[in-house]
């Protein structure tokens, strides 16, 4: 492949990758021509509410796409089948560098496959701020969100060792600028198409977008 790259976002449930994501496809600016985003294929019904917007499957559908090999990534969490199509060997293919809302479990996997174009970046958050979210959202109640907290603590530690962090304590507009700071750092490195420099994304930008 050219210089295109997979750029494998994980982190535990409520650090904001949907967040980071959602802010990403809003951004039109020149310099992040060559940034896409994978769209994910779900055996879980599609929730309007829900940040990200997958594309929904049933399972009998997901096998077959399975089988005839459509899917470049695929695993199994929560009770369900998710899996990244195809289309971003296409897209890597031509120089785009490719995010993956990825699986920290599949991880191994997915470096098997994308040896040397495969970059993971971990999101992660501070223990109070991720209480305050959690409570925030309403959607559990103090035991639940216990438990949650826990397991997301958990997940935090045992992230790879080389994985590129990015620290979620600030507001989105931040976070995703050092995102594309991050991107710039790696396509520097493979001697891509560089990512603007932060200050080629003002504010004034993200007027209008309820993030």
């Known amino acids: 492949m050219r210089n295109g790259a997979l750029i494998y976002l994980i982190g535990p449930s409520g650090v904001g990758k949907d967040s980071l994501l959602t802010a990403l496809r809003q951004i039109h600016v020149a310099g992040t021509e060559n940034l ?4 994910r294929y779900i055996t879980r019904p599609l929730n309007p509410q829900d940040a990200e917007q997958h594309i929904p499957l049933h399972e009998e559908e997901f096998r077959m796409r399975q089988q005839y ?3 470049a990534l695929d695993w199994r969490a929560h009770g369900y089948a998710y899996a990244v199509g195809v289309e971003i060997d296409a ?3 031509k120089g785009f560098f490719v995010i993956v809302n990825g699986s920290r479990q599949y991880l191994p996997e997915a470096r098997q496959k994308y040896a040397g174009q495969l970059h993971p970046v971990c999101l992660t958050v501070s223990a109070d701020t991720l209480r305050k979210r959690l409570v925030a959202r309403g959607r559990e109640n103090a035991e639940q969100i216990e438990r949650r907290m826990q397991r997301a603590l ?3 530690d045992g992230l790879p060792g080389d994985c590129l962090y990015l620290h979620n304590e600030g ?4 976070m995703t600028l050092n995102f594309l700071r991050l991107l710039r750092d790696i396509a520097l490195r493979r001697r ?3 990512f603007p420099a932060a200050h080629t994304l ?8 309820p993030l």
Do not use: V
């Open 192 to 194: 891509a198409h560089p």
């Open 91 to 93: 897209w890597m293919e």
């Open 154 to 156: 958990k997940y935090q």
């Open 202 to 209: 003002p504010k004034a930008l993200w007027e209008g977008h």
């Open 171 to 174: 507001d989105i507009l931040d």
């Open 36 to 39: 896409l985003i994978a769209r």
């Open 69 to 71: 090999g459509l899917f």
